[in-house]
């Protein structure tokens, strides 16, 4: 059958049909990614959260601990005399206030991806907002998930453009981080203004959506590895223990340590005769 006759497109055809069901399947690999990154960012800014919060809250509790094992301990030293009990006293002053090392000297202003929110606020002069809670309430979520859709940087191949969609979801990120509603609208109208694209689609070239395939099954792998290591760090084991709440579970800790304090002040008093 010569090229001119019908039929002869039957195999383009085929090609053309088998290139956009390669398509759709590209397409629904970038939505479930997408999904997915979106999973691992919320986890990712709830252990963060937690972090900030536990360090806020709890902090200055556990510093009065230190401090109340060191007077303790130094009130046994005075009474005994003994060389052992001045070595642990020695030892618990020093746990009290320790040399700091450089790296130190940031902690809690720099995070995996640069400032965090608090750190940067420090740098531009502005306000030091830390997040009011872990889990931010059901609206920023809602907002955040919708904004994180359509301008999320893996929705496109163009350098250029993922730069810039990655600087727009950082501060997405960060107004989630505080549970700022208001400050996720006004972003959503911003993106609507910007007149840009949700997302483009690859060209139905076979060889581009194989490579885009590999790409996402790629960064997949590298999302899996990131949210396994969240769930396995020390503050993903806590939020486990309260996935419902993790207030209150910081909560209940700040309770069992003033209950520690209360103890230690008795038996300082009880130590020193006051």
């Given at each position: 059958?010569?090229?001119?006759?019908?039929?002869?497109?039957?195999?383009?055809?085929?090609?053309?049909?088998?290139?956009?069901?390669?398509?759709?399947?590209?397409?629904?690999?970038?939505?479930?990614?997408?999904?997915?990154?979106?999973?691992?960012?919320?986890?990712?800014?709830?252990?963060?959260?937690?972090?900030?919060?536990?360090?806020?809250?709890?902090?200055?509790?556990?510093?009065?601990?230190?401090?109340?094992?060191?007077?303790?301990?130094?009130?046994?030293?005075?009474?005994?005399q003994d060389p052992e009990d001045q070595r642990r006293a020695r030892e618990a002053r020093e746990a009290v206030t320790p040399i700091p090392r450089v790296s130190e000297l940031f902690s809690g202003w720099l995070d995996g991806e640069g400032f965090t929110p608090e750190g940067y606020a420090m740098m531009t002069d502005q306000s030091v907002q830390p997040p009011p809670r872990v889990r931010p309430g059901e609206e920023?979520?809602?907002?955040?998930?919708?904004?994180?859709?359509?301008?999320?940087?893996?929705?496109?191949?163009?350098?250029?453009?993922?730069?810039?969609?990655?600087?727009?979801?950082?501060?997405?990120?960060?107004?989630?981080?505080?549970?700022?509603?208001?400050?996720?609208?006004?972003?959503?109208?911003?993106?609507?203004?910007?007149?840009?694209?949700?997302?483009?689609?690859?060209?139905?070239?076979?060889?581009?959506?194989?490579?885009?395939?590999?790409?996402?099954?790629?960064?997949?792998?590298?999302?899996?590895?990131?949210?396994?290591?969240?769930?396995?760090?020390?503050?993903?084991?806590?939020?486990?223990?309260?996935?419902?709440?993790?207030?209150?579970?910081?909560?209940?800790?700040?309770?069992?340590?003033?209950?520690?304090?209360?103890?230690?002040?008795?038996?300082?008093?009880?130590?020193?005769?006051?």
């Open positions: 059958m010569s090229n001119g006759e019908p039929g002869s497109g039957g195999s383009g055809a085929d090609g053309g049909a088998g290139t956009e069901r390669l398509a759709q399947a590209v397409r629904a690999a970038e939505d479930a990614l997408i999904e997915f990154e979106i999973a691992v960012e919320t986890y990712r800014i709830e252990v963060e959260n937690f972090s900030r919060l536990h360090e806020q809250r709890l902090g200055p509790l556990y510093a009065t601990i230190e401090e109340l094992d060191a007077r303790i301990a130094e009130a046994i030293a005075a009474r005994t920023a979520r809602k907002l955040y998930r919708e904004l994180a859709r359509r301008c999320h940087p893996d929705l496109v191949t163009d350098p250029t453009e993922r730069e810039r969609r990655d600087a727009f979801l950082s501060r997405v990120n960060q107004a989630y981080a505080r549970g700022d509603a208001e400050e996720l609208r006004t972003l959503i109208e911003e993106w609507e203004a910007g007149g840009t694209p949700d997302g483009e689609r690859p060209l139905p070239d076979a060889d581009r959506l194989y490579a885009r395939l590999e790409w996402l099954a790629a960064r997949k792998e590298l999302l899996a590895d990131a949210a396994a290591a969240l769930e396995d760090s020390a503050v993903g084991s806590m939020l486990r223990m309260a996935e419902d709440d993790p207030d209150a579970l910081l909560d209940e800790v700040a309770e069992g340590l003033r209950r520690q304090i209360a103890t230690k002040e008795a038996e300082l008093a009880r130590l020193t005769g006051q």
